[in-house]
Nanobody
Framework: QVQLVESGGGLVQAGGSLRLSCVASGSISFAVMGWYRQAPGKECELVANIGRSGSEDYAESVKGRFIISRDNAKNTVYLQMNSLNPEDTAVYYC???????????WGQGTQVTVSS
């Protein structure tokens, strides 16, 4: 019954910043953590992944603007979003993938709306 709870979404003007947090009820030490997003009428897309050792991968559209990080002791992953633009508007989801079993757990999502 592991669950992920996202927070930090909201309404922000273009050029602004937000920091999303995802707190897991269980350990994330042996998991790859990721952030995904889905805008209306679009497919769910990977935003960023972070491996258990801290290696990072980003979608081309967010490179240089977003930073993913993790704090294993707090069972938490973060997404710092800078220089936001209206194309970043979407529901953002946190995902945990267990290294050994491959079991995936998703959060409920948090809405990010960027106005111009």
């Amino acid at each position: 019954q592991v669950q992920l709870v996202e927070s930090g979404g909201g309404l922000v003007q273009a050029g602004g910043s937000l920091r999303l947090s995802c707190v897991a009820s269980g350990s994330i030490s042996f998991a790859v953590m990721g952030w995904y997003r889905q805008a209306p009428g679009k497919e769910c897309e990977l935003v960023a992944n972070i491996g258990r050792s801290g290696s990072e991968d980003y979608a081309e559209s967010v490179k240089g603007r977003f930073i993913i990080s993790r704090d294993n002791a707090k069972n938490t992953v973060y997404l710092q979003m800078n220089s936001l633009n209206p194309e970043d508007t979407a529901v953002y989801y946190c995902k945990r993938r267990m290294l050994v079993s491959g079991l995936e757990t998703w959060g409920q999502g948090t809405q990010v709306t960027v106005s111009s």
